[in-house]
């Protein structure tokens, strides 16, 4: 039987071929894309005792122009995420280099590192909260069995450290992966570059700039990206610890959304989906930027 | 012959299974979905309500699923709106949206309202109608350690309340013989950081004034509300709460309270007892801890410091789109009897607003339920907690101002009023 038939090139039907896609595309079109498709409904609508009332571009105006929490949000949300990127995979790459030369107690360390990547954010919030604890957390108890109780803090009640606090957390819990991935890569660099560049009496620090770095480039650069789509929607771990606050200090737009949709008393979904869907755009538009900016012209091959 | 039976056989089977279909077409389920999985005494309350109803309507089933807050509320807000969910849910005072949505069904017909409280009833009554079966209530009390307030060598007055100056003067001792002066945290609740400061308006305002400020129609640069903030604020730089006021739980708060490491004093809504009264393994207080009850301070030129805050805790109401509407109410009528009342007072240890008539209360906790209804004795009420009345923006800096910042010290006076002034107030 021909292609045109009904056959494809390896041999299966267009009916077999359907057969086997659709329960993916079936759950691809419940649970994704006509979510997405009603956000952006629900995004020009308001909704209030039953019904639906077209709005136009009326909830994007109010959350531009009269939304002075969703710009708090906004300006925490983008701390986060820049801070929290660069420190996610310059800390991961770190360690991994360290564990790459093969130190004693490697793979404990490996283990122990890569460990809080495998709990879950409700765990890893908890724990945190405990350990961030003015009377009881282990942090201040430890300044002042060291004789530093001056500087002691309520970490998490406190709208100057709130926020750096909670992106310690999210460090902790990251790192482990970021080390592992650039640990993969760097075990997959061919030997003989590296054996050139010592070889021509290259010292490690040239050697980790000039030829390691740029061999690990596109495995940074999927890193960054991955590490900065999640910072962009971060909501479970800011949930947990601290709920937004103190005084919105570690509000981002995530939970913002969450709180308009779910917290505020009304059924009114048009709102908080206007938020959701001007945060994706950005998203989507800082990711191209992103993508083009960091991007290699000449590919690296080796 | 052989065909003669093989045909009676057949025809058995055709019967049986007609019958059977008939009995199931009879069959009902009523579905009821319900927070509070983790307080034993009231899922045996429900699951009782819902054998008697069995009991009385042969063929009905009556199907419980149990969750907690959170997982409840996000599980509704999805059914209700695609007119899905279950038959009868549980539901607060605050939780008006699913009135002003069309969600709940009106059960001012369905309901035997002899047997509730007319003032509990009140709290549901939107527009003439109502729309939920109260039956947990509770009121606002300041629970206090008698042994730790004497070794302080302050003595309660005969009225059980202190002037706002007393009181300011036993959080600065307890403050200085290092014990905790007022545990609270706001950890995982949005209301517990403003039991003082919303006590202290509902007396230094009155009723009136108090449903006015929380309505927005009384500004927060009101001098008296400034007034109010001000003393609160002393508490506050006094070190009346604890350090971690920002991360402790409610939970936790209460353990804090009666176990470790202790504190003087411990607003909470009189549902504490659901905590506090369970064995000590479990969390709860100590049998000989020395528990008492004392009136939020008296405010100086008050207009009301009889007042106090009465509210209406979990509730039911019925789906509007329930098939099983008059089953359902039937469920709602099997909670709010009498006796079941009695049961939930002797079990639940609270107050509830459905009627019990005269109870006669027995057991190790006697002489505290007799300490908590004297301190009811000519008390006027303000119906619902602030977080059960606003709504949105408002909601939402109150949680974030008078719940945490404030008490927590993070804010002055000036920058309360004005950020409560801007999320609430409608001028």
Redesign the interface.
Known sequence: MSASSGEGSRGASRTAIATFLAPALVVYAGFTLYPVLRTFYNSVHLF???TQEFVGLRNFLDILTQDP?FWKAVGNTATFTIVGTIADVLGGLLLALCLFVGPPLSRPMRVIWFTPVLMSYVVVGIIW?WL??????LINVILRWLGLGAFEQ?W????RTALWAVLVTHLWKWLGFNMIVCLAALHALPGEVLGAAELDNCGWFAKLVYVIIPMLRPTLINLLVLSFIGKMMLFDLVWIMT?G????STETVSTYVY?RA??????DLGYPSAIAVLWSVMIVLFVAVMTRLLRSRDRLEF | MMKTRAKWHLATVVLAVGLASAARAEEVTLTVWSHEADEAAKVALREQAAKNLEKSHPGVHVKITWYEKDGLNTALRTALPAGQGPDVFYVEPDQVEYITNGYIIPLDSLINWNNIYDWARQVWTHDGKTYALPEEAYTNELYYNRQLLAKLGAKLPDSAQFTQAEFLDIVKKARAADVTPIDQGVGDRPYPGAYIIGEALLRKLGLEDYGKLLNGKLSFEDPRVVEVFTWVKQLVDAGAYPKNFMTLKLGESHHYFYQKPGALMFPMGSFYTGRAFVPVEKGGQAPDFPIGIMQFPAMDKAACNECKTVAVGASFAINAASKHQDLAAAYLNELATPEMGKRWIETVYLQTAVKTGPTEFSGPYAGYFKELMERQKGAKYFTGMPVDILTGQCKDTFVQVMNKAFPGGLMSVDEAVKTMNQGCYKS
Do not use: A, I
């Open positions: 209030k005792e039953r929490v909260v961030y604890d003015y009377d009881w957390g309520s998490l009640g406190d709208p709920g606050g103190p005084l919105w709180k779910f917290d505020w008393n009304t059924f």
